[in-house]
């Protein structure tokens, strides 16, 4: 029996580390779940990006990014991420609001309206952002905006009282109370879903990027364009932390150096196709307002200012320096 168990140990050896092995390499393949469809420019980067992290790893860490929500929907991709059922998620940071304040503040109205003040409101918040997130066991990789949030409607607006009554989609706490101060009645829509609710009447607003618009085909069920650029939200991209940490050294860099890449490709792309974007609305039939009507534009303001102390009031002394310092 002792010759038996000499003579078979090897092989049992062998193949306990081919196991060891295989379950290593399988660590090595991660899967990215992300919100928006394949033509979408956040989808573009996120697989940028991990051909990036192939590329820097010699092929050590592979990242399969699954578009369109195919994984999770926006409401699941936080906790998925957390419980490592994926090991990286992207989503819409201020789709978190219901969480913590702090999560909404590139949502808060007319804080910011062009990328340049966006950006530096990014780096104001972005320290307190990643706090939150490495609590709950994440951690956080980069993100991009969008294009400027605007108007469309399928009647023209020429004043605030148009709004009455309009069924708006919304799509975070921070819309929601947006619309609702617009005297609009909101509605949360996926963006996959927001055709269907105009062709069937449960929404006949929205308040949206002319990316989302194009990916839509806006045109199809929305006749005006405002371009009031009320804020600039983003997407956030992360990372289950107990994974990250597994990884090598110099594999946690590479990704972290990639992440970088993507986090500049993004803000470059998103602000280089914001006026192609709304060309393309135009192009294809839409009335683009460049300016919203005078009534509308100093409503829309007052609801900003109202929504900022509200913010405020909400985020406590967090928000108040993030404020702070953006405005410096």
Avoid: C
């Amino acid at each position: 029996m002792i010759l038996s168990k000499n003579r078979f140990a090897p092989a049992i050896l062998a193949g306990l580390l081919g196991l060891a092995g295989a379950t290593a390499q399988a660590a090595d393949k991660w899967n990215m779940t992300v919100e928006n469809p394949e033509g979408n420019s956040i989808t573009q980067v996120a697989k940028a990006f991990a051909e990036d992290v192939e590329k820097a790893t010699d092929g050590e860490l592979k990242i399969r990014v699954h578009s369109n929500s195919v994984l999770f929907k926006r409401p699941e991709v936080k906790r998925a991420v957390q419980t490592g059922q994926v090991q990286l998620g992207d989503m819409l940071i201020s789709a978190l609001g219901n969480e913590d304040p702090i999560f909404e503040v590139d949502s808060v109205p007319f804080l910011v309206r062009g990328y340049d003040d966006a950006k530096k409101l990014w780096q104001a918040s972005r320290p307190a952002i990643e706090q939150r997130l490495e609590k709950d066991g994440l951690k956080l990789l980069y993100a991009m905006p969008w294009s400027p949030q605007s108007i469309y409607t399928q009647q023209p607006v020429t004043s605030m009282a148009d709004f009455e009554g309009m069924k708006f989609r919304a799509y975070n706490p921070a819309t929601s109370r947006m619309v609702e101060l617009m005297g609009a009645i909101p509605t949360v829509i996926n963006v996959t879903e927001v055709p269907q609710a105009f062709s069937t009447g449960m929404i006949n607003g929205m308040l949206t990027s002319p990316t989302t618009g194009v990916d839509t085909q806006a045109w199809d069920f929305a006749k005006h364009y405002y371009d009031v650029r009320a804020f600039i939200p983003k997407n956030f991209v992360i990372v289950n932390a107990r994974a990250f940490k597994r990884l090598p050294e110099a594999t946690q860099t590479a990704v972290l150096e990639a992440a970088a890449r993507a986090e500049e490709k993004g803000w470059a792309t998103a602000e280089a196709e914001t006026a192609e974007l709304i060309e393309t609305l135009a192009k294809n039939g839409m009335q683009v307002h460049a300016d919203a009507p005078e009534d509308v534009e100093q409503g829309l303001r007052t609801i900003g200012e109202t929504m900022t102390r509200e913010w405020l009031d909400k985020s406590g002394a967090d928000g108040a320096a993030i404020i702070e310092q953006y405005r410096q």
